[in-house]
Structure formats: structure tokens, C-alpha cells
């Protein structure tokens, strides 16, 4: 009896391995959790409907993931380092200055954001109906922090006595600059994409500034 064409070959159907065809059946149910938790919200991701709307079907669901909660934690990640690594890229392009720098970072991450709202949605907004993805947001705004800090650190060149400032400071940013893009998305600030980037690099130039002079007040320098 000959083989129908198109057989499994060693693993490979159709000219498609096996490791590439589950390479394949893992992106389709991230972009199902993306298109079904970021429209519907957290609780509307369940397996049986990421798998309907990913055409894959549950057994297939088990060898990439152990269950939705880890399916929503591999998204959150992949959300998050892609909107880093779009704000890191940019700066890496520009000149070592300090508003250039913070524009082009901000313009990178909150258009990557925007530009698909499903994807802030995922990785702040829906948290707050799981866990999994609480804990997630939680790293997710030390991640960012640290990566402000990093730059901030270099671009400030401020003492190491203002370190611990700094890095509060960072944190407030970032969480500051979240919800405010968060605010956007829901239609409640009036203001046009350019403009909430703007409003964004101002605060995040004008508290950097502020820092020196925060730390004076907050920790002054023992009396002699």
C-alpha cells in the first residue's frame, strides 16, 4: 500500500516538522489568549474556549502548556519583553541625551502599547481578576522600574547617595505612566496619542529632575 500524500515522514507532514508544527499550535493559542482575554477579559479565558478560537484542540493544549494559567503567564512575558525591547531599541538609536533618550523610549512603548490596546490590557488592566497575572504585573512594574533606573542612572549621573530615591522614583514613573495609559485607552482624558506621550516624557523628565533636590529634603546630609 503506498503512502498518501502529505504522510508523516520522520515527523515531518507536509513539508512541516513536528517541532515547527507545535511551534505553530503554541502561537495560535497565545494569539487566542490575546484576542479572548484582552477583548473579553480574564475571566472569559477558559481552555475550552482558547482552544475553539486557536483550532487546536485541548490534548494538543498539554504539550505546550500545563494549564490556562500558564498559557496567560508565557503571553504576559512575551507582552512584556517585546514593549521593553521596542523602548530599548529606540534608545540604543539615539544620542546619549537625556529627553531625546526618554522620548524615544516612551514613543516606542506606548505606541507598541496603543497601537493593539488587547496588549496594556493583558499586561495591567486584566490582573487585577488573577493571580497568576497579578503577580506578573507586579514583576512587570520592577522590571520596567529597573530599566528606567538603569537609564536614568547613566543619563542623571547623580551621586550614589541619591540611589535609593532614584529608585522609588523609578517605580512611581512607571506605575504613573501605566495607569495613565490605561486612562487613555478607556476614553476618559480627552487627549490625542501624541499628546499622552507628551504628557508621559514631561512627567517622567520633571520628577528625574526633582531627584537631587527630593533627596536633600528627605535624607539630609548629617550635621557636621
Known amino acids: 500500500m503506498t503512502r498518501a500524500t502529505g504522510a508523516v515522514r520522520g515527523g515531518t507532514y507536509r513539508g512541516v516538522s513536528a517541532e515547527e508544527r507545535r511551534a505553530q ?32 484542540g485541548p490534548r494538543f493544549f498539554y504539550e505546550s502548556f500545563a494549564d490556562t494559567d500558564e498559557l496567560l503567564g508565557a503571553l504576559h512575558d512575551e507582552l512584556l519583553d517585546t514593549a521593553l525591547g521596542e523602548a530599548l531599541g529606540a534608545m540604543a538609536g539615539a544620542p546619549v541625551e537625556l529627553r531625546v533618550r526618554t522620548e524615544v523610549a516612551f514613543q516606542a512603548m506606548i505606541r507598541y502599547l496603543t497601537d493593539d490596546p488587547r496588549r496594556a490590557r493583558v499586561l495591567f488592566s486584566e490582573a487585577y481578576g488573577s493571580e497568576t497575572l497579578m503577580r506578573r504585573r507586579f514583576a512587570a512594574m520592577q522590571t520596567i522600574s529597573a530599566t528606567v533606573l538603569e537609564a536614568s542612572r547613566e543619563l542623571l549621573g547623580l551621586p550614589a547617595q541619591h540611589e535609593r530615591v532614584l529608585n522609588a522614583v523609578s517605580l512611581l514613573v512607571s506605575g504613573g505612566v501605566t ?42 546630609p548629617a550635621a557636621p
Open 179 to 220: 495607569e495613565l495609559v490605561l486612562g487613555w485607552l478607556n476614553g476618559g482624558l480627552g487627549l490625542d496619542r501624541d499628546e499622552l506621550i507628551a504628557i508621559s516624557v514631561e512627567f517622567a523628565l520633571t520628577i528625574g529632575e526633582a531627584v537631587e533636590s527630593m533627596t536633600r529634603r528627605i535624607s539630609p
Open 25 to 56: 499550535r503554541r502561537q495560535r493559542l497565545l494569539d487566542a489568549a490575546l484576542e479572548i482575554v484582552g477583548t473579553q477579559g480574564w475571566s472569559a479565558g477558559t481552555l475550552r474556549g482558547i482552544c475553539e478560537q486557536a483550532k487546536v
